[in-house]
Every structure is written in structure tokens, then in C-alpha cells.
């Protein structure tokens, strides 16, 4: 893991206000802690791969930029976005690399449940079909298509040709993050809105967090597209995928979905 870095607490207010040189800053600073995460979990990615993945990543920092509390250490932002930004680029690099039709976060949990199991099938069926949440639970048939499909892709405990913070190697293993999480039922809608976002591609998702004020305050497409460096139209191409992104994870688990 890359060294933290420490942002001042007015630079992360000006941000959060709306203030692009500064959210520029901060992205910048954390620049090479998130090419460290790219070149851990991907390390055989392209140069071009390798550029799409940090560009995912930049999207997950700034969401969390936005969304962090400034009541706390300032220094506590790394440790804040870390997660979030290293499982989104495993989504999109697995997203990349196989032709699975699924969702990527159901193939991680599909990984991870077969190297908790050292590579046991019925031991990670075990695992994935006794999820809490129903709405991540998937049928026999795709869990078995799904193993299929993984077994042409690098190896769980394989080297990745990355390191982790102590300078060891990693496996693939190390490089997937839980992806099994809850969501209480006490405001629904938001919940189910959270969740489907956490599903999609990171840009896609930020594109539309700032749109309909989820989780944030509603921004002018102006604004993310200085935030994304995109023009604004791209800004709409972005909403318009993250829509049908957030339908077909939706689809998946036969949940309603509205726009």
C-alpha cells in the first residue's frame, strides 16, 4: 500500500463546496496510491486497461471525498476510500478479462468463497447460497456456469506479480475484497438505490449520485464533468449506461427498479 498522504481539512471543505482546483489536489496527491492499487490487482493489465482502471479508481475517491466527515482526522481519508476504491478496480478488472454476463461482484464472491473453501465447490455453493441477503443469493445453475467460467482465469493462488504493504507477494486471493454486505430495510428506496450503485461502474455511478443527490449534494453536469475530466456530454453518456447498469444488476435479483 502506498503512503498515506495528509489532506487539510480546508482543502477537503473546498472540495466538498464545489471547488475544482481543489478536488484536483486531492486527487492528485492520492495519485500514486491509486496506481498502486491498480498495479496490484492488475499488474498484466495494458497500458491502456491499466489507464480505464485508475480512472474508476479517481471516480471512488472523489465519491468518498464528498461523502467524508470532516469531524474526524483528515488523515483518516486514505484508510476511508481504500476499500471501496480497491474492490471497485477488481470489479472493472474482472470485467474486463472475462466474458462473464453477471454482475463482476457475484464473481468475486464466487472467487472468494472458493479459495475460503481451497477450491471445495460444494464448500463455496455452501457459502454463496447461504447469504443473508436473498437479493445476493444466485441459483445453482449460474453459481456452476459461473465456477466454469473462472476456470480458464488466473489462478486464486497464483502470484499476481504485485505486493502488499510488508513488500510480500500476492495472490489473487489477496487482491479480491469482500464483497458480502447487508442493507437494513429502514429507508428502502435509498437502500436499494445505494446498493445497485455499489454494483456499477464507479464513473457510471458517481454520474448519477451527483444527478439525483444520492448521497450527495445534486451537481450540474458541468461540474462532474470538470470532476471526471469529460466533457458534459460524456457526463450524459455515463448517466444513460449507469441507468442500464443498475437495471440489469437489478434484473439479476428480480428486484424493481424505477428511473
Not at 482546483?21 to 492488475?42: G, H, T
Not at 480505464?52 to 472523489?62: F, G, H, N, S
Given at each position: 500500500?502506498?503512503?498515506?498522504?495528509?489532506?487539510?481539512?480546508e482543502t477537503i471543505l473546498a472540495a466538498q463546496g464545489g471547488?475544482?482546483?481543489?478536488?484536483?489536489?486531492?486527487?492528485?496527491?492520492?495519485?500514486?496510491?491509486?496506481?498502486?492499487?491498480?498495479?496490484?490487482?492488475?499488474p498484466a493489465a495494458s497500458a491502456d486497461?491499466?489507464?480505464?482502471?485508475?480512472?474508476?479508481?479517481?471516480?471512488?475517491?472523489?465519491?468518498h471525498v464528498r461523502a467524508y466527515s470532516t469531524e474526524t482526522d483528515s488523515a483518516q481519508l486514505h484508510s476511508f476510500a481504500y476499500r471501496a476504491i480497491r474492490r471497485a478496480v477488481a470489479e472493472e478488472w474482472l470485467r474486463s478479462t472475462t466474458s462473464l454476463s453477471v454482475d463482476p461482484s457475484a464473481a468475486l464472491a464466487v472467487r472468494r468463497?472458493?479459495?475460503?473453501?481451497?477450491?471445495?465447490?460444494?464448500?463455496?455453493?455452501?457459502?454463496?447460497s447461504s447469504v443473508a441477503d436473498p437479493r445476493r443469493r444466485m441459483s445453482r445453475e449460474a453459481f456452476v456456469s459461473m465456477c466454469e467460467a473462472l476456470t480458464d482465469v488466473m489462478s486464486l493462488e497464483g502470484p499476481t506479480g504485485g505486493t502488499d504493504g510488508d513488500g510480500n507477494g500476492q495472490t489473487l486471493a489477496d487482491t479480491i475484497p469482500d464483497a458480502s454486505s447487508t442493507f437494513t430495510d429502514a429507508t428502502e428506496r435509498r437502500d436499494l438505490a445505494r446498493y445497485l450503485l455499489s454494483e456499477i461502474p464507479q464513473r457510471r455511478a458517481y454520474a448519477?449520485?451527483?444527478f439525483y443527490g444520492i448521497g450527495m449534494q445534486t451537481r450540474t453536469d458541468q461540474e462532474?464533468?470538470?470532476?471526471?475530466?469529460v466533457r458534459p456530454g460524456g457526463v450524459r453518456v455515463l448517466r444513460s449506461q449507469g441507468l442500464d447498469?443498475?437495471?440489469k444488476v437489478a434484473n439479476r435479483f428480480e428486484l424493481r427498479v424505477t428511473a
Open positions: 500500500m502506498a503512503t498515506p498522504v495528509t489532506i487539510s481539512t471547488d475544482a482546483d481543489a478536488m484536483w489536489q486531492i486527487v492528485s496527491a492520492y495519485e500514486p496510491m491509486l496506481k498502486s492499487v491498480v498495479r496490484s490487482v492488475a486497461t491499466s489507464e480505464d482502471l485508475l480512472q474508476e479508481a479517481r471516480a471512488v475517491l472523489i465519491q468463497a472458493l479459495w475460503t473453501t481451497e477450491g471445495d465447490v460444494e464448500g463455496a455453493w455452501m457459502i454463496v448519477l449520485r451527483a462532474v464533468a470538470a470532476d471526471l475530466d447498469s443498475a437495471r
